[in-house]
T-cell receptor
Framework: GEDVEQSLFLSVREGDSSVINCTYT??????LYWYKQEPGAGLQLLTY?????DMKQDQRLTVLLNKKDKHLSLRIADTQTGDSAIYFC????????????FGGGTRLMVKP | EPEVTQTPSHQVTQMGQEVILRCVPI?????FYWYRQILGQKVEFLVS????????KSEIFDDQFSVERPDGSNFTLKIRSTKLEDSAMYFC?????????FGQGTRLTVV
């Protein structure tokens, strides 16, 4: 079955760029998403990319997709302490309707 | 900005009891979902609902679970005879086109 993997933890200094990585196994992904979860809160959609795109930029966020390597990344420029949260990547598959398959989440800690 | 609303935010129930988790999706959305996140584990898909019926469900969504859209606004998840392992954060989501928007979640604690 499909599997989505992320590293558990990332620590950066305020003002630096953060890069959160995600790998997936199923090549029939249609859309790939990044969600943010702050402590005690729900899942906030940050951005998404269609599987036939390589890159998407949205203000401080840049999503890169390498479909050959099945690798997705989220770059946050000028990381702020308010960016500290858990970041989840997720995918929808061609043959699985609209259900999302999530990675385990990467906890981003931003140090002042 | 429209949002998905879930109630209650926290529910404590005794093992064996039935619980109903409530969600108000975004009003013009057509697809509705329930996901759960057991503490320390991945967010897992439970069920999707479209056109007043279940469109997909996972292996987790067995006979203990049911969903309903009793009126034009609410979308509920019922868990019959709760077990300790049902303790989790339950998220409702709704989707118009591409993007699924999630509620804040209901933390269910079964004691």
């Amino acid at each position: 079955g499909e599997d989505v993997e992320q590293s558990l933890f990332l620590s950066v200094r305020e003002g630096d760029s953060s890069v959160i990585n995600c790998t997936y196994t199923d090549s029939s992904s249609t859309y790939l998403y990044w969600y943010k979860q702050e402590p005690g809160a729900g899942l906030q959609l940050l951005t998404y990319i269609f599987s036939n795109m390589d890159m998407k930029q949205d203000q401080r966020l840049t999503v890169l997709l390498n479909k050959k390597d099945k690798h997705l990344s989220l770059r946050i420029a000028d990381t702020q302490t308010g960016d500290s949260a858990i970041y989840f990547c997720a995918e929808t598959l061609n043959n699985a309707g609209n259900m999302l398959t999530f990675g385990g989440g990467t906890r981003l800690m931003v140090k002042p | 900005e429209p949002e998905v609303t879930q109630t209650p935010s926290h529910q404590v129930t005794q093992m064996g009891q039935e619980v109903i988790l409530r969600c108000v999706p975004i009003s013009n959305h057509l697809y509705f979902y329930w996901y759960r996140q057991i503490l320390g584990q991945k967010v897992e898909f439970l069920v999707s609902f479209y056109n007043n019926e279940i469109s997909e469900k996972s292996e987790i969504f067995d006979d203990q679970f049911s969903v309903e859209r009793p009126d034009g606004s609410n979308f509920t998840l019922k868990i019959r005879s709760t077990k300790l392992e049902d303790s989790a954060m339950y998220f409702c989501a709704s989707q118009g086109n591409t993007e699924a928007f999630f509620g804040q979640g209901t933390r269910l604690t079964v004691v």
